[in-house]
């Protein structure tokens, strides 16, 4: 994935974090199709419209990200649409990945529209985990 940047509430890597990140986007028509590219450090739930779209994260490094790909065709509509993430960052080196830079990073494709992670982002530490 190349178009999406790394964004995070900020740069600190303490350990067992959770954060909240939200975009509204406009849509003139409904797209034939939609799909999101997303990945986290460590793990992810994700809401499109108050729906949740998807979740999870394959164990990973940090030098070699993968990234999750959802068709959410079916929550997208014409007009005002919200993404909605929950991040967990562990923080931790474990036999199925090592500790790396908390982050989100996505890529929303909707027909001949696209949405990206940057500073349009709204984020914040998930209030209950603060």
């Known amino acids: 994935m190349t178009s999406g940047n790394w964004i995070w509430i900020d740069r600190e890597n303490e350990p067992n974090q959770y954060a909240c990140f ?7 028509n409904i797209p034939s ?5 997303i990945s986290a450090d460590t ?3 994700l809401w499109v419209n108050g729906c949740r ?4 994260q394959f164990p990973d490094y940090a030098s070699e990200k993968t990234y999750s790909v ?3 065709s079916e929550f997208i509509s014409a007009g005002a649409n ?9 923080g931790e080196n474990f036999s199925t990945m090592m500790r790396g830079a908390p982050g989100l990073c996505a890529k ?3 027909g001949s529209e696209e949405v990206i992670t940057d500073e349009k982002w709204k ?3 998930h209030p209950a985990f603060s």
């Open 22 to 28: 939200r975009r509204t986007f406009d849509l003139q």
């Open 53 to 56: 779209a998807g979740r999870g």
């Open 108 to 110: 929303l494709k909707a």
């Open 123 to 125: 984020c914040r530490r």
């Open 70 to 72: 959802f068709d959410i």
């Open 82 to 90: 919200t993404i909605a993430v929950m991040v967990y960052y562990c």
């Open 43 to 45: 793990d992810f739930i």
């Open 33 to 37: 199709h939609a799909e999101i590219t």
